[in-house]
């Protein structure tokens, strides 16, 4: 069974930068798993924020990038703010209409 | 405006069924794949079902297969979950999505419903 792991909770302060990361529980994390992470504030539906490993949805802003760093995908938000405050979720797509979520990290803006 | 708009959640005991929809609109429905995610409360996110534009290919999460049936009707923009057998551990919001898919390219989910709360309890 595969699972996909992040960092259950990140901290950050307001204008700082933090990088959140998404693993194979076995095996590394590459392009071909065509990372995708998505935002969720309580009681919302998730808001897709990137995928394909690097690239921005429409509308979300260029203080999220997406990249591979080492063997995991990883999201990094510049300038964090207030907003940021959210859960977020990684996605890997193994194939045939199958994706595998993270467990999501809780990210405290303060 | 790309919209998708969960209904039919609800509360149902252990053993029943419900069906959950999900009417599109502002875009082209029939041309696009679409996938069931469901959030336990205080859990995250998981991938319960696939179906392809066309019906064609339809596939379930190992903690569902036998019991969830997706299904869709393109000429009337809407998507469906028939769940049978319902559980406690079925107890979760769904939310239907749009897939995005592109062979080599990308594959994400793009367009999110708001969600339908179903609980499974006595």
């Known amino acids: 069974q595969t699972v996909v792991t992040q960092e259950p909770s990140f901290s950050v302060s307001p204008g700082g930068t933090v990088t959140l990361t998404c693993g194979l529980s076995s095996g590394s994390v590459s392009t071909y798993y065509y990372p995708s992470w998505y935002q969720q504030t309580p009681g919302q539906a998730p808001r897709t924020l990137i995928y394909s490993t690097g690239t921005r949805s429409s509308g979300v802003p260029d203080r999220y990038s997406g990249s591979i760093l080492g063997n995991r995908a990883a999201l990094t938000i510049t300038g964090a703010q207030a907003d940021d405050e959210s859960d977020y979720y990684c996605a890997l797509y193994m194939g045939s209409g199958i994706w595998v979520f993270g467990g999501g990290t809780k990210l405290t803006v303060l | 405006e790309v919209q998708l708009v969960g209904s039919g959640g609800g509360l149902v005991q252990p053993g029943g069924s419900l069906r959950l929809s999900c009417a599109a609109s502002?875009?082209?429905?029939?041309?696009?794949?679409m996938i069931w995610v469901r959030q336990a409360p205080g859990k995250g996110l998981e991938w319960v079902s696939y179906?392809?534009?066309?019906?064609?290919?339809?596939l379930y999460g190992d903690s569902v297969k036998g019991r969830f049936t997706t299904s869709r009707d393109n000429a009337k923009n809407s998507l469906f979950v028939q769940m049978n057998s319902l559980r406690a551990d079925d107890t979760a919001v769904y939310y239907c999505a749009r897939v995005r898919a592109a062979a080599g390219t990308y594959y994400y989910m793009d367009v999110w419903g708001k969600g339908s709360a179903v609980t499974v309890s006595s």
């Open positions: 502002g875009f082209d429905f029939r041309t696009y794949d």
């Open positions: 179906i392809s534009s066309s019906s064609g290919t339809k």
